[in-house]
């Protein structure tokens, strides 16, 4: 494929509205926008600069070019809305043996094909199109396969994996090609286990894990089968999933690259026990050793009960101990209707490789609504989050890069410089509970009627604090949260210094 300079059609986009490149001293994290592009999966380049592999609406996808802080853009398109494709699937970026990054994708509209793209040094893109379609059952109707994976090998071959569902039948096929994409191995499950997850092996071995809800277990739960390079089944590890209740869908699992251990994202729905209230969508991070022995789980900010939240690719990125997320939040307000005051869009946690969590900021806009789509861990330090959106009002598309530092994600004033709260308060309106989500230390809340009387004040202990408003009356109320340099936060002392660290309304029906 030709290498394309598309500084021409970046000066149309700019013209025309399309981008708006931010400087620093004026938006301080959001390095990129544009109703046209939905940039997808990050790769990194020489001398600090990053690829985007981006879908431009109406015209096809790209390879963007740009530094850390969104200039010098390049672009180079791979492909082409020309709507002879039924179906376009691509994987994120991967590293060739030679160290070039690369991506695979699949194309309809027939038999699915496989292809290769690589990035060369010069920005040339090459595409290999492999001579074997993806091996579907015959009686599977072609243009509904769907949710592809891929894992490539070092010796050049690729795991490539997909599963087609519907009421009546589940099909998985993993298929592994050669150099030269030529079909050597596979294999085909028809089961009632769903939603797959195509995993590298643990580090020592050959072959690939594929992590498939098993909904023949007595509780929902997912169990993990193992390969070896010629796809036969060399065990099985049932009901991965030892603590928490929940059900999970919708699972991401990401394996870091240096410790081996495996992280999960996905949305999962708690029913009425002990007392606790029923959660209709909520955000899982999980941690299972390489053996997928769970160790840990934390809970990510809410979703409401009647919005089918579904984990974000890509949602988890790693750079040394520090692990980074993204989760969506309070989808449905989005829509209109309610308070601005209850509109979250996304939030970031930065934790570390126990997931202890370190530091959580909450973007906040009543304006606008964005969905993070990926999260990259930037080797300088902070991430880079993806995101697509559109205007609450108007309905235009808006889409978005965001770089977030380090200090950003952990301070107080550093978030909100960059727009981001560091505290939220939810379901906004409600009822009898109000949950405070902070990522904050040494801190409390406060909550105060409209006459300014304080209603209540509690410690934050946990990275969610449930406040029983069982009892108050319908209205709105103030709650401040703040936190304490040094010394107690409830009066009992005198704190050595104590900060204002995020105020807002809450609206109890």
């Known amino acids: 494929m030709k290498a394309t300079r598309f500084y021409t059609l970046l000066a149309l986009l700019l013209m025309a509205g399309g981008v708006t490149m931010k400087a620093q001293e004026l938006e301080p994290v959001e390095i990129f926008e544009s109703p046209m592009i939905i940039a997808y999966h990050f790769c990194q380049w020489d001398n600090g600069e990053v690829l985007l592999n981006a879908n431009v609406l109406g015209d096809g996808r790209y390879i963007i070019r740009m530094d850390e802080d969104g200039n010098d853009l390049e672009m180079d398109r791979w492909h082409l809305n020309d709507n002879t494709c039924s179906f376009l699937t691509e994987s994120k970026f991967f590293r060739n043996s030679d160290g070039k990054p690369c991506f695979y994708y699949v194309k309809g509209p027939d038999r699915p094909i496989v292809c290769k793209v690589t990035i060369l040094d010069d920005f040339e893109l090459t595409t290999f199109e492999f001579p074997d379609p993806f091996p579907i059952p015959e009686e599977i109707p072609h243009d509904q396969w769907w949710d592809f994976e891929w894992l ?3 010796d050049g071959s690729v795991f490539v994996s997909s599963s087609y569902l519907d009421n009546n ?17 596979q294999w085909t499950d028809v089961t009632n286990r769903v939603y797959t997850s195509l995993l590298p ?3 020592g071995n050959t072959g690939c894990r ?8 007595k509780d929902v739960n997912s169990e993990c089968v193992i390969f070896d390079d010629s796809l036969n089944v060399v ?16 699972e991401f699992f990401a394996v870091h690259p240096e410790t081996d251990m495996v992280y999960l994202i996905s949305n999962v729905s708690f029913p009425a026990f002990n007392g606790n209230p029923k959660i209709g969508q909520d955000i899982y991070m999980s941690q299972f050793t390489p053996d997928f022995t769970q160790t840990k789980y934390v809970m990510g900010p809410y979703t409401v009960d009647e919005h089918d939240q579904k984990a974000l690719c890509e949602a988890i990125a790693f750079r040394g101990d520090d692990i980074y997320m993204c989760g969506l939040m309070n989808m449905m307000d989005a829509y209109g209707g309610s308070d601005p005051e209850s509109v979250e869009n996304f939030y970031v946690a930065l934790l570390d490789g126990n997931l202890n969590l370190k530091g959580e900021i909450y973007y906040h806009n009543e304006a606008r609504m964005l969905t993070p789509y990926s999260i ?11 995101t697509d959106g559109y205007d609450r009002h108007t309905f235009e598309q808006q889409h978005a890069i965001y770089k977030l530092s380090d200090e950003t994600i952990v301070g107080i004033e550093e978030a909100h410089d960059a727009g981001f709260a560091v505290a939220v308060a939810y379901p906004n309106p409600g009822k009898d509970v109000l949950n405070i989500r902070t990522g904050l230390q040494d801190a409390w809340v406060e909550v105060y009627d409209v006459k300014g009387r304080l ?3 509690q410690d934050i202990t946990e990275n969610v604090t449930g406040i029983d408003a069982t009892d108050w009356v319908e209205g709105v109320y103030v709650w401040k949260v703040y936190t304490s340099d040094g010394g107690p936060s409830m009066g009992s002392g005198t704190a050595s210094s104590t900060t204002l660290a995020e105020t807002g309304k809450w609206v109890k029906e």
């Open 152 to 154: 490539p090998n070092d």
């Open 169 to 185: 039948m589940n099909v998985h096929v993993i298929a592994r090609y050669n150099a030269s994409g030529e079909l050597t191995h």
């Open 201 to 203: 092996p643990k580090k």
């Open 210 to 217: 594929l992590v498939m809800e098993d909904l023949t277990a």
């Open 235 to 250: 065990d099985i590890r049932h009901c991965i999933y030892s603590v928490g209740i929940y059900r999970p869908t919708y």
């Open 376 to 386: 990259y861990a930037l080797p300088s330090g902070g991430c880079l989050i993806s």
């Open 455 to 457: 209603v209540h004040r």
